[in-house]
């Protein structure tokens, strides 16, 4: 019984058997886009396929002077157009060609065929970050159809970003690098999510209420502006990477940075911007390390009770160059084991 899924007849072994091209192209690269080499492969080619007439680089290729044949072509019919010495180059869609890929691996394998040569061509690649894309528009479809996300606001989001940074911190303290993976990327779908919601100029950004002191409710930004002030942030704060600055020690640079952030702000106080609501003792270091950098002579307040003592305890920390709170933690998660040895316990959460 013949099996006509296959050729039947092996061509002459001196005949040429040709080249067959997968052009791979990546989404997230402008259409047109393309390495030197694929545009070397697509002029020189014989044939150049394509199943979808709505492929984003056709325009591109026409206007190159390029023959697109709208074709989908099997296995056994794309080794015979190769007949000959011919090269046929693919442009498979964004989702790839399965069907092709998997009929080329049959024929190689079943023996009976003198394949042509296969190449898979990368015809534009990932830069690094790329994902980011992908996650951005990602993020635009779930506020748009999801019922619980496109009601989101600000404010109504906040605690989750609280919430997020802890588990964060967690993930570094227990040295899970697949958690921290996770985290890092749960905390980013904050910056992501917030983002998206303040596109929407003159939309709700705080309960859900018209509210003429919502910040930003009649100004819109998307994520772009967010990463683009960050990068302009970032470059000029170090004028010792992207200037003719000089810093030789992590200390030199924290000058700058302090320096350049002081002229930015133009704060009338070392404590402004240090936001009250964080934990006790990250504050109390925050402000001692405020005062201490900004050469503010000023002796920490005395009073009875517990609260000034922490202060103190906090204050030495950060002169030390010890965060208290994660001192604090630290000594409370042995504090945390050591009640559940007493219990009879050994792994958290058992």
């Known amino acids: 019984m013949t099996d006509h899924s296959e050729p039947t007849a092996t061509p002459d072994a001196d005949e040429p058997t040709g080249r067959i091209v997968l052009l791979t192209t990546s989404h997230r690269v402008a259409p047109g886009v393309l390495s030197w080499p694929a545009w070397q492969t697509l002029h020189a080619a014989d044939r150049v396929l394509c199943a979808d007439p709505g492929h984003p680089q056709l325009p ?8 697109v044949a709208f074709e989908s072509p099997d296995a056994h019919a794309l ?3 190769c007949a000959g010495g011919r090269t046929v180059v693919v442009l498979p869609g964004g989702e790839g060609d399965q069907r ?22 990368p015809g534009s690649y990932d830069l690094p970050g790329a994902r980011l894309l992908d996650l951005v528009q990602v993020m635009d479809r779930v506020r748009r159809e999801c019922p619980w996300t496109s009601r989101q606001t600000h404010r109504g989001l906040a605690k989750y970003a609280i919430e997020e940074a802890y588990e964060l911190v967690e993930a570094i303290e227990d040295g899970d690098r697949e958690e921290l993976r996770e985290e890092l990327g749960d905390v980013l779908l904050q910056v992501v999510f917030h983002a998206r919601i303040a596109e929407e100029a003159g939309g709700d950004g705080g309960d859900g209420e ?32 992207f200037g003719d600055a000089k810093a030789e020690t992590p200390e030199d640079v924290s000058a700058h940075w302090q320096r350049t952030k002081a002229v930015e702000k133009r704060r009338a106080s070392v404590t402004d911007g240090i936001p009250v609501g964080q934990p006790g003792l990250a504050l ?30 906090a204050a030495r920390a950060e002169a030390a160059g010890i965060d208290p709170e994660t001192a604090l933690r630290a000594a409370a998660r042995a504090y945390r084991d050591a009640i559940r040895a007493a219990e009879g316990l050994t792994e958290p959460g058992e």
């Open 210 to 241: 018209d509210d003429e002191d919502d910040e930003g409710a009649d100004e819109a930004f998307s994520i772009d502006d967010v990463a683009g002030a960050l990068v302009t942030k970032l470059i000029h704060r170090h004028p010792h990477v």
């Open 60 to 67: 591109y290729l026409r206007e190159a002077g390029i023959e």
């Open 79 to 81: 080794v015979e157009a």
């Open 100 to 121: 092709l890929t998997d009929g080329l691996a049959r024929l190689a394998g079943s023996g009976r065929v003198s394949m042509p040569d296969l190449e898979l061509l």
């Open 284 to 313: 109390a270091a925050k402000l001692a390390g405020r005062a201490r950098t900004g050469g503010v002579a000023v002796e920490l307040p005395r009073g009875e009770g517990i609260g000034y003592e922490l202060l103190e305890l």
